[in-house]
């Protein structure tokens, strides 16, 4: 069975652009969630999405948003983007409805502002 | 801010050594995770220990917890070069299901 698949791997982008980000989760896991990991530093939470309804979100600015499909996969929205954007993106879907529990990761996408 | 901090930054051990990590937290929790990392890339879940448990065992990997003192340790033993990667600990905070809260974590190298 095929993990969670990221796409893209990396992309480049300029300030002030828009970038959107997509996650397909594990087969039969309803929920997504989103991480911001600047290097050197662990994962943040950004969202959870369970049955497209957002259930948490984190402390990030209104130009992030996020939006889950009736397929269970999500996009990641960040516009005007600001250099300190730059990190890796990681989405990971869980069965759970609370994703608390034992949560499996995709490879991200490396976003890089310049 | 963070809501777990992790000890040691980094670690250096031989093939063979084991290898320990630990993991602070501040809030009361659900449960904690450990999850390790290859090169910046994805995270993989390595166990998972409830705040009712005090100890876990899954393969070379021994968790325990001590919720009086908010803290967990990770063992790895008899430890390989593949265990090369960085080690995080990871919160659920009780009532604020729905979102992880990741230390900093440790980065272990493993010479062969």
């Known amino acids: 069975d095929a993990g969670v698949t990221q796409s893209p791997t990396h992309l480049i982008k300029t300030r002030g652009q828009h970038v959107t980000l997509r996650c397909s989760p594990i087969?039969?896991?309803?929920?997504v969630s989103w991480y911001q990991q600047v290097l050197g530093q662990g994962p943040q939470f950004i969202f959870q999405?369970?049955?497209?309804?957002?259930?948490g979100r984190g402390n990030f600015p209104d130009r992030f948003s996020a939006r889950q499909f009736p397929n269970y996969s999500s996009e990641l929205n960040v516009n005007a983007l600001l250099l300190g954007d730059s990190a890796l993106y990681l989405c990971?879907?869980?069965?759970?409805?609370?994703?608390?529990?034992?949560?499996?990761f995709g490879s991200g996408t490396q976003l890089s502002v310049l | 801010s963070q809501q777990g901090e992790e000890d040691p930054q980094a670690l250096s051990i031989q093939e063979g050594e084991n290898a320990t990590m630990n993991c602070s937290y501040k809030?009361?929790?659900?449960?904690l995770q450990w999850y390790r990392q290859n090169s910046g890339r994805g995270l993989v879940h390595l166990i998972l220990?409830?705040?009712?448990?005090r100890e876990k065992h899954s393969g070379r990997l021994r968790v325990t917890l001590d919720t009086s003192k908010k803290s967990s340790s990770l063992l790895i033993t008899a430890s390989r070069a593949a265990d090369t990667a960085s080690y995080f600990c990871?919160?659920?905070?009780?009532?604020?299901?729905?979102?992880?809260?990741f230390g900093q974590g440790t980065e272990l190298s493993v010479k062969p």
């Open positions: 990871a919160t659920v905070i009780y009532n604020q299901g729905g979102k992880l809260i």
């Open positions: 220990i409830r705040s009712n448990e």
């Open positions: 990971a879907s869980s069965s759970a409805a609370w994703a608390n529990e034992k949560l499996f």
């Open positions: 809030t009361s929790i659900n449960n």
């Open positions: 999405y369970y049955e497209k309804e957002e259930r």
């Open positions: 087969s039969g896991h309803k929920s």
